[in-house]
């Protein structure tokens, strides 16, 4: 099985588990200047072969008493627009999109208080051949890596689920 988790945002991440072949990727969200760049996603997309069996991404909601403040908005159209593209390229190849909440799949995955650092710590003990992905050169975290992995690790674990949507 090959699942893709997606996290978006400009520090977000794309990653595939393959359950048969064991292989384990990671990439950034590719952007330009502040934008996703759509030709680049699409191109990452594209190169995945073979085709993955489902697309998990985190449901995100721009709402409450921030929902309208400039940063929020733009990051709304950030992120719309590589939904977008993901959404188009599994109508396309007939492939499961699904959302699940981050509150779902961090219970799962027992994420709980600071998930940032948590989330990299997880995702390094579950995936340690990944662990150098998780944190940058000084140490700091990845958080969009280690979340879009822990998203697909989800994903694999909740397959069944895209057989009744």
């Not at 721009?62 to 400039?70: F, H, I, L, V």
């Not at 390229?89 to 709980?112: E, N, T």
């Not at 997880?122 to 958080?143: I, N, Q, V």
Request: charged fraction near 25%.
């Amino acid at each position: 099985m090959r699942v893709l988790g997606v996290d978006y945002g400009a520090e977000g991440a794309i990653s595939l588990i393959d359950t048969i072949t064991e292989e384990h990727l990671v990439w950034d969200m590719p952007f330009e200047d502040t934008e996703v760049d759509v030709i680049a996603l699409n191109k990452i997309l594209q190169n995945i072969m073979p085709p993955v069996d489902s697309i998990w991404v985190e449901h995100v909601i721009a709402n409450g008493p921030n929902a309208g403040k400039k940063g929020l908005l733009k990051q709304g159209k950030t992120i719309g627009k590589a939904e977008a593209v993901l959404i188009l390229f599994s109508f396309q190849c007939k492939i499961p999109f699904m959302d699940v909440s981050a509150q779902r799949w961090k219970r799962y995955q027992g994420l709980w208080g600071e998930v940032k650092k948590g989330s990299c710590i997880m995702a390094s003990e579950k995936y340690p051949m990944l662990k150098t992905e998780f944190y940058g050169a000084r140490g700091g975290a990845k958080d969009g890596r280690a979340e879009s992995i822990l998203i697909a690790d989800y994903g694999v674990n909740h397959h069944d689920e895209t057989k009744t949507t």
